[in-house]
């Protein structure tokens, strides 16, 4: 009876709970959490807390923090990505430019009823983590020239963009 529908989001139980009313959706204050230092997003990571950068996938690529998941704020879709990917429960560090930019996201992840479970954000982001000499990790990006050239030597394209992107 279900082998046609979609996969669940890794977040469902939490979709359930807040549809039926267990979770506050949006309270009448945004919801907030504090700013972190990057020693305490360390020990919080330690600890089994997810670092979703909220940065643009190129901003991320450049230098982002060792196993964090890139989830690109200015998506229509952020809090919904943040649902499908990480699993019930999940502990939060934001990683964002500004202090505006986290409370926004966890704004916006009252919907999906996951602001509750933000530890924080990383205070000045990437910067911060970078100024005190914390290791960070790369991905390569290619240009829409490059990838023609290598697409044209052989390389294989897995292009993992919704529809309408």
């Known amino acids: 009876m279900q082998d046609d529908q979609p996969v669940k989001p890794a977040n469902i139980l939490n979709i359930v709970a807040s549809n039926q009313g267990k979770f506050p959706v949006v309270a009448s204050n945004a919801p907030s959490a504090p700013s972190l230092t990057p020693a305490k997003v360390q020990e919080l990571m330690d600890a089994g807390s997810y670092v979703v950068d909220t940065r643009s996938p190129a901003e991320c690529g450049a230098g982002h923090i060792p196993g964090s998941i890139n989830i690109q704020m200015s998506s229509g879709e952020f809090e919904q990505r943040v649902g499908w990917i990480l699993p019930d429960n999940s502990r939060i560090i934001l ?7 986290a409370h926004k996201c966890m704004y916006n992840m009252a919907f999906i009823a996951m602001a509750g479970f933000v530890d924080g954000y990383l205070e000045d982001g990437i910067d ?5 000499g914390r290791p960070t990790e790369t991905v390569s990006q290619l240009s829409v020239q490059r990838l023609r050239v290598r697409l044209g030597e052989g390389i294989q394209l897995l292009d993992a963009r919704e529809t309408d992107e």
């Open 95 to 101: 990683v964002t430019d500004t202090a505006v930019e």
């Open 128 to 132: 911060q983590w970078l100024a005190v």
